[in-house]
């Protein structure tokens, strides 16, 4: 009885050893052929411990606000990124462009340490919220507060010259509110609330 468990287990712990060995193996020759593949990549092992810096998370990086090119093409196609247009509230609507990174210098990564990340949407935000716009054209839409929140000045003095267009800008510009067709005249985004 010892002796067929002997057999059983020295059986097992060589199988062990053999699959263990094989892994071994094939790890050796993966990791050659990721040597060599990388060897005009800078050298970069895939196997290594340290991360490309170009795939590093937003949180590792310091990066620039995308540039605003203001409606110009031609501007945006000589620097060849940055936004023509900022805001959109659908995915769809929003521009994406690139921007340029830099790691933080206490973190240790691989490769250039300063590059263009990609995908990075045109929006900005100022101190407009949806919510207190909304409330100021409900209590105060006759006397055009919330356009002048809104830094439409112009189209506010109109409305508190008129008392709200007697009535009916009032009520027109809180279903534009609504409708997000009155939005800030700088062209940012609703804040949002954290
Ligand atoms: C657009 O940008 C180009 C290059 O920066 C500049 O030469 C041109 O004057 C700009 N056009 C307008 C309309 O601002």
């Not at 020295?10 to 040597?35: F, H, N, P």
Request: net charge negative; proline share 4%.
């Amino acid at each position: 009885m010892d002796l067929i468990l002997y057999l059983f287990m020295t059986m097992i712990l060589k199988l062990a050893y053999a699959i263990q060995a094989r892994s071994d193996r094939e790890q050796q020759v993966s990791g050659a052929v990721a040597l060599t593949r990388s060897d005009s990549a800078n050298n970069y092992r895939i196997w290594g411990p340290k991360v490309l810096c170009s795939m590093l998370p937003e949180d590792f990086l310091e990066c620039n606000k995308p540039i605003d090119h203001k409606d110009n093409k031609t501007a945006k196609e000589e620097k060849g990124y940055g936004c023509l247009k900022f805001g959109g509230l659908n995915y769809e609507d929003v521009e994406h462009t690139k921007v340029l990174c830099t790691v933080f210098s206490d973190i240790d990564c691989h490769g250039p340490r300063t590059f263009m990340r990609d995908g990075v949407p045109c929006i900005r935000y100022s101190e407009h919220y949806f919510l207190t716009t909304l409330l100021y054209s409900l209590l105060l839409g006759f006397l055009g507060m919330d356009r002048f929140c809104l830094g439409q000045t112009g189209t506010a003095v109109g409305k508190l010259l008129t008392l709200g267009g007697i009535g009916v800008w009032w009520v027109v510009d809180i279903i534009l509110l609504l409708t997000n067709r009155l939005t800030p005249e700088d062209g940012s985004n609703w804040n949002p609330y954290v």
